[in-house]
């Protein structure tokens, strides 16, 4: 994958920092994680998505087995803070509209402004490049408080699924951020999307 930066990033040189500090990602047996999200079917892709795999195809064809989550150590916390804080005060806040004329238009903030599906791209590239597998990195779509559309990066780990979020710099579990998770990317396939049970007991044939 290419990386695509703001200025500033460079700048500050905290990006080379964090990847020469990286170091092997331990993974988590491949059992059921308490505190993981219940996985449905297959789903519709976002429009702004499919958009974004027409301009990187690469990035929407990357396929792999199943990936036992990360361990979330201490290490690991520090890390995906360091990532969200760093990401959410680079980045300057503004729709797609103002930037790119569209309502929906998902890209890597390389002028160092963008919306959310922008900031999740980027907390997912930089996350990767540190050694995290992308099975375990998944763009997903919410709901806010107010039924409006919202994007967070999502972390597989041994303790749950882990929210990275513009609009909070605290790493939350899922379940603790208050939102209604719809629909997120499958840990196997890059460019399939699934769906997030709100009732995990009526879980049948699920596919991730």
Request: proline share 4%; aromatic share 6%; net charge neutral.
């Amino acid at each position: 994958m290419g990386l695509v930066l703001p200025r500033a990033w460079l700048c500050a040189g905290l990006l080379i920092g964090l990847m020469m500090s990286a170091t092997p990602i331990e993974q988590a047996s491949a059992d059921a994680v308490h505190g993981a999200m219940a996985i449905g079917q297959r789903t519709s892709v976002p429009v702004g998505y499919i958009e974004f795999c027409r301009r990187q195809a690469a990035e929407c064809r990357i396929r792999s087995g199943k990936a036992p989550p990360i361990l979330m150590s201490r290490g690991m916390e520090d890390k995906l803070a360091s990532v969200t804080k760093l990401v959410n005060r680079s980045i300057r806040p503004v729709s797609d509209l103002a930037v790119h004329g569209t309502m929906e238009f998902w890209s890597y903030p390389d002028s160092a402004v963008g919306d959310c599906e922008d900031y999740v791209l980027l907390k997912r590239q930089m996350l990767n490049l540190a050694g995290v597998s992308l099975s375990n990195l998944l763009i997903t779509v919410v709901k806010k408080k107010d039924g409006e559309g919202h994007a967070v990066l999502t972390v597989k780990t041994d303790k749950g699924d882990y929210v990275l979020d513009n609009l909070n710099d605290e790493v939350k579990l899922w379940s603790e951020t208050g939102y209604r998770f719809l629909k997120r990317q499958s840990s196997t396939d890059t460019g399939r999307w699934v769906a997030i049970l709100e009732h995990p007991d009526v879980l049948v044939g699920a596919v991730d």
